[in-house]
């Protein structure tokens, strides 16, 4: 079945300088990390650890674009983080980012690099095209750790497939229950996203090196990716 993904035409109306990269990834069998991923993964961190002692996260660029996103939509910036700020945020405080699961840390690791969101959605609840688009409130999302579904607020960006099923609210803020990747998962989408000047390149690079660690740490599966922005907002994977 051929995977479809894009952005509303009023998304691309409202932020004309949202870039975003997307990768399709079949034949996966997830769990966990090995042994050369982890030493990579606790390797970036060390390296990024360092860059947040000389620019607090606050500062970087694409961090400030989203903030600005944020505050756009209505949302608090500072209550409400962007993924990738949270998990920056994290790392400075702690130091540390634990290993979940191949998947998860191959996403995290080239979130932090970059300093963009990244997340990664398994396919296997979702039905026909996922799209994002401003939230009619009819939709349903249910949060990590939880069971309780709930309906996104009317008017926030939101991740959701043709059923009205939601993979993740206020935009890049958080991911769903259905759409985490987990041992099961063999077929996913990751989606890196930014929205400031060096956007396409920096989103670019965080595409290539996507797609790298999963071929490396995926042996045997299948991917294609493509950008979007600057009109073109749709995406198409064939089987």
């Known amino acids: 079945m051929t995977v479809v993904f894009g952005y509303d035409p009023a998304i691309g109306e409202r932020f ?4 975003a990269g997307v990768l399709h990834a079949t034949g996966l069998s997830n769990g966990r990390a090995p042994a050369g991923l982890v030493e990579r993964y606790r390797a970036e961190q060390a390296a990024v650890v360092a860059r947040l002692a000389e620019r607090p ?7 400030a674009a989203w903030r600005r996103t944020f505050s756009a939509c209505g949302v608090r910036p500072t209550r409400h983080r962007v993924a990738a700020e949270a998990l920056l945020r994290r790392l400075d405080k702690a130091g540390d980012i ?6 998860v840390d191959i996403g995290n690791l080239v979130s932090i690099r970059h300093g963009l969101p990244v997340a990664v959605f398994d396919q296997a609840e979702v039905s026909g095209a996922t799209t994002v688009r401003f939230a009619t409130g009819h ?5 990590l ?3 309780q579904t709930v309906a996104p607020d009317r008017g926030e960006v939101v991740f959701v497939d043709d ?3 939601v993979s993740a609210r206020r935009w890049c803020w958080r991911q769903s229950a259905s759409s985490a990747t987990k041992p099961t998962t063999t077929e996913i989408l990751a989606v890196v996203e930014a929205q400031h000047e060096q956007a ?3 989103v670019e690079a965080a595409l290539g090196d996507l797609a790298e660690l999963v071929a490396e740490y995926q042996p045997g599966c299948s991917s294609a990716k493509a950008v979007l922005g600057g009109g073109a907002w749709t995406a198409s994977f064939a089987p």
């Open 16 to 19: 004309p300088d949202l870039v």
């Open 57 to 63: 996260v606050a500062e970087w660029p694409s961090i």
């Open 98 to 103: 634990p290993s979940i699961n191949t998947l």
């Open 139 to 143: 939709e349903r999302f249910t949060d």
């Open 145 to 147: 750790g939880t069971d």
């Open 163 to 165: 059923a009205g099923l």
């Open 200 to 202: 396409r390149g920096d």
